[in-house]
């Protein structure tokens, strides 16, 4: 309270002459004048400051009964004026004042009481005496605003939000900033009286005109949100300078988030920090709370976690849910200070006890998962459901997943739906992917797939990974939208780069299928375009029809001919052969071109086998089949590429059949460079190849109908001009062979082990697919490359002796012996199951990295043995589930070995799903022990020079008994033992 001073008026003012007055008159004992002499000393007017002699004066003032000198003598007491402070003294003079009718001192009596300032604390006597100042003479403003906010709150009396407001008005109208400031908020909340947002800003202007920091810190929420005033963020602004430049905390908070955000002026992270940290340091927990928040992430001032921590403590100290939660994430995640999930529990519960949604979130994670406490899921759905109800979107789908899952309550698939629900419209984009999972799948309600698309659109452009990947899905197998690939890769790649683990794994499959590696390779760099599309035309090109034969009229019907595809004409083979070709001699369709039948192909290369003289025509029949082919990849295409094209040629190997060779391709198509990185090549030149041979047309045909990417694809034919050699230019592998990798790869993970077997009877399934036998398999014709990332396939190569199951020949056995079924040994006809037992030799070798019987020679006596069921030694650190499956391959009876098929979609995809995701399955957990013994153990795979001299590598023809063995007694083997 201002002290009064003499309304006296004078014509000149002397101030020490006034002292003086004032002084011979207090020694004279007026009180009034010694109240006045204390007043002049208190504040230096006409004689030196004095507080101890204002004191003095005071007190003799207030021993004559001056009720102003009490008043003053209380503040001495209370703020150590002159004197010890003694709050009980204090109190005794507010007292003596209030009770001789002072209205100021009956208020400072009335906080003393509410406060319990130098006596007991008493509500009820604050509040009398706030009435007793409210109801003076002196119409005390400050009194009336204290009883007002007495009503408000009901401290002393019962609450009564209408005697609040009137009498927060009547201390308003006498110019009370506070009383003013809180009559706006009384308008703006419908406190006491009929809302009314014209009057609240009307309130907080005159109160801010007022020089109440607060009431201008209220009239930027004015401005900023448009209450009772047009929205201005430009005033909005101003207003929250002028409070923060009063010291307002609040204020200060607020002009830090405009700079923060760039709302009524410039972005500038730097003063967003700069005022976050007045606000902090003036005591405001919200402020301190933002200040963790700038320091934790590196926003106007250097990035520092341990000064992050420190802010959000001293937020979390004053009692700020904010400041508590994140506190707790620090501790939980060891972010600034040493990992203490139990100190991290406790601040969320107490964020949470403070009804912070995002601490109640976490306290029920913590509950669910045992964090710092005992696990207890009922008291994790106790506080999700806390969470929930207050809006918390998290919370929401955490609710979900508990009705789901039966966590902590009973299962409810319907509520769980509602939840889901709730957070998916809140725009919690997580909610939004688990509702489209609910539609899809009719889980709490009707499967619709047109909703669970949408809903996974709007999580997939909210940024969520998973949304990406499930919205991925539907456009990849149709599923609420139409089918689209380029679409379905874009998704997913954007899911892969946030993280998604489903995305990577169907990324990696990707990479090792060679599936769409251009679109996803442009995806992840960004360039939203679709890959270069094949010429709708399938014009064949100059290079590949450039030794076909004139073509001829033949005045012959107005179709097309089924092997050239000519209309009203036809090559001279045709023309010398003419057959009525123009329909499919399958199925009888004139417009094969387009709808050609499944067998008609392979019809047609027989026809053509029959009636052609000229291996040349047949192959250049081929080259232009693949090129019109309108379903084809680039890598099914075969090219007539000239010799001039093929730079830097090396000798690589010998082979059974031929020479290989490397070179570079210097105009390879861009399609393929993108999909294999590097333009090299190989050259397969055959053995006596000047001339082609109807030999050399059966390994085409092979290749021809087993085009695949899992298949070592033929790129195109050459010839060299020098030796006139034809040769196939075949993709490169530049890790080489399976057994040759193996040397080198000693120590090679399981994962990647499963992932070239996979790889590898993926080709085979092509194979025996289109019901051909391989009839070579050895680990000499496993070749081994890298796609992205350096994850390694085999691709089956090597189809010379590959035939149809219908035109495997009687006599004649090849191969390398060790990898030869028995029964084919025994001079029964090659079958699929043959291979199969190929196949379970080449896991062996995947599984040691060994040489099978490589200290003895591959000769009658090895087959004899063989047949008798002679396998190779099983490493006892394998995998036992890898352990049956091998035995199952290379089976003594061919009807018990397990099909392409079932060896890749009922066994190796669960593999490797399981040891990719980690789960703690049985087979998986045989794996990771597996790769532990491979470290700790002698992985040598046996040198070259170690092999017997006799152990041929490459297929030749096989040492076979001199009658087939039909009375064999085997009875007593256990073929699998081996």
Request: aromatic share 12%; net charge negative; hydrophobic share 30%.
């Amino acid at each position: 309270m201002a002290d009064v001073r003499s309304n006296e008026n004078e014509t000149t003012k002397d101030e020490e002459k006034e002292f003086q007055w004032y002084l011979k008159s207090a020694e004279e004992g007026d009180s009034n004048r010694q109240y006045y002499l204390g007043y002049c000393y208190m504040n230096g007017i006409g004689t030196i400051k004095d507080e101890e002699k204002a004191f003095q004066w005071y007190l003799k003032s207030a021993e004559g009964g001056n009720n102003i000198a009490m008043l003053n003598l209380g503040n001495c007491y209370s703020n150590e004026i002159g004197t010890t402070k003694d709050e009980e003294k204090a109190f005794q003079w507010y007292l003596k004042t209030a009770e001789g009718g002072n209205c100021d001192g009956q208020f400072i009596l009335g906080v003393c009481y509410e406060n319990g300032i130098g006596t007991t604390k008493d509500e009820e006597r604050a509040f009398q005496w706030y009435l007793k100042s409210a109801e003076g003479g002196n119409n005390n403003e400050y009194g009336q605003y204290y009883l007002g906010y007495c009503y408000m709150n009901g401290i002393g009396t019962i609450k009564d939000e209408r005697k609040a407001f009137q009498w927060y008005l009547k201390s308003a109208e006498g110019g009370n900033s506070d009383a003013m400031l809180n009559l706006g908020n009384c308008y703006l909340n419908e406190i006491g009286t009929t809302k009314n947002e014209g009057k609240a800003f009307l309130c907080y202007l005159k109160s801010a005109e007022g020089g109440n920091s607060d009431g201008l810190y209220n009239l930027g929420n004015c401005y900023y949100n448009g209450i009772g005033i047009t929205k201005d963020e430009g005033k909005a602004f101003q207003w929250y300078l002028k409070s923060a430049e009063e010291g307002n905390s609040n204020g200060q908070y607020n002009l830090g988030y405009c700079y923060m955000n760039g709302i009524g002026t410039t972005k500038d992270e730097v003063k967003a920090f700069q005022w976050y940290f007045k606000s902090a340091k003036g005591g405001d927990s919200d402020g301190q709370n933002k200040l963790g928040y700038c320091y934790m992430n590196g926003i106007g001032i250097t990035k520092d976690e341990k000064k992050a921590f420190q802010w959000y403590l001293k937020s979390a100290e004053e009692g700020n849910s904010d400041g508590q939660f994140n506190l707790g994430n620090h501790y939980q995640n060891g972010i600034g200070t040493i990992k203490d999930e139990t100190k991290a529990f406790q601040w969320y519960l107490k964020s949470a006890e403070g009804g912070n949604s995002n601490g109640q979130h976490n306290l029920g994670y913590c509950y669910q998962n045992g964090i710092g406490t005992i696990k207890d899921e009922k008291k994790a759905f106790q506080w999700y459901l806390k969470s929930g109800e207050g809006g918390n979107s998290n919370a929401m789908l955490n609710l979900g997943n508990c009705y789901l899952k039966e966590i902590g309550t009973t299962k409810d698939e319907e509520k769980a739906f509602q939840w889901y629900l709730k957070t998916a419209e809140g725009g919690n984009c997580n909610g939004q992917f688990v509702l489209g999972v609910c539609y899809e799948k009719g889980i709490g309600t009707t499967k619709d797939e047109e909703k669970a698309f949408q809903w996974y659109l709007k999580s997939a452009e909210e940024g969520c990974s998973d949304g990406q990947f499930g919205l991925g899905n539907c456009y990849m197998n149709g599923i609420g939208t139409a089918k689209d690939g380029k679409k379905a890769l874009m998704w997913i790649s954007l899911s892969a780069e946030g993280g998604n683990d489903s995305s990577q794994r169907f990324i990696e499959f990707s990479y090792r299928d060679e599936f769409e590696i251009s679109t996803i390779k442009k995806y992840q760099n960004k360039i939203k375009q679709s890959t270069n599309i094949m010429d709708n035309n399938f014009t064949p090109s100059k290079s590949s029809i450039k030794n076909l034969k004139s073509i001829g009229d033949l005045n012959v019907k107005n179709h097309n001919c089924s092997i050239c595809w000519q209309k009203n004409g036809c090559i001279e083979i045709c023309k010398e052969y003419f057959q009525d070709f123009g329909r499919c001699h399958n199925c009888g369709n004139l417009n094969i071109r387009k709808n050609i039948c499944k067998n008609c192909k392979s019809i047609e290369l027989t026809y053509m086998k029959i009636f052609s003289r000229n291996v040349n025509d047949i192959v250049n029949f081929l080259i232009q089949m693949t090129e019109l082919d309108e379903k084809a990849d680039e890598w099914e295409i075969w090219r007539w590429i000239d010799y001039s094209k093929l730079k830097r040629i090396q000798y690589l190997d010998q082979g059974g059949f031929g020479t290989v060779w490397k070179a570079e391709w210097i105009d390879m198509s861009e399609e393929l460079l993108e999909i294999y990185n590097f333009n090299q090549v190989a050259l397969k030149k055959l053995t006596n190849s000047k001339e082609m041979s109807f030999k050399f047309l059966e390994e085409l045909a092979a290749n021809f109908q087993c085009r695949s990417k899992f298949v070592l694809p033929i790129l195109g034919i050459t010839q060299d001009p020098s030796t006139m050699e034809y040769a196939l230019v075949l993709r490169y592998m530049k890790n080489g062979n399976l057994r040759n990798f193996l040397q080198q790869n000693k120590t090679l993970l399981w994962t990647e082990r499963l992932w070239l077997l996979y790889s590898f009877i993926s080709g085979l399934d092509v194979i025996h697919g289109k019901g051909y036998i391989h009839r070579d398999l050895h680990p000499g014709n496993l070749m081994i490359t890298e796609a992205h990332d350096d994850l390694k396939f085999i691709r089956l190569g090597d189809l010379g002796i590959c035939r149809h199951a219908n035109q495997i020949p009687s006599s004649g056995r090849y191969g390398v012996l060790p990898y030869i079924a028995p029964e084919v040994i025994n001079k029964n006809p090659y079958t699929q199951a043959s291979d199969i037992y190929s196949v379970g030799i080449i896991m062996w070798v995947i599984s040691t990295g060994k040489v099978p019987f490589s200290d003895r020679a591959y000769d009658l006596e090895l087959a004899l043995e063989i047949l008798e069921g002679l396998r190779p030694n099983i490493k006892k650190s394998t995998p036992q589930c890898y352990v049956k499956l091998m035995k199952n391959c290379w089976h003594k009876d061919p009807s018990k070995r397990p099909s392409t098929r079932t060896i890749i979609f009922s066994i190796l995809k669960e593999w490797l799903v399981d040891l990719i995701c980690r789960k703690k399955t049985e087979n998986s957990l045989m794996f990771l022990k597996a790769d532990q013994e491979i470290q700790n153990e002698d992985f040598e795979l046996s040198s070259i020079g170690t092999i017997h001299s006799k152990a041929s590598l490459i297929s030749k023809p096989l040492p076979l008994p001199p009658l087939q063995i039909s009375n064999l007694d085997l009875s007593n083997i256990d073929w699998n033992d081996f």
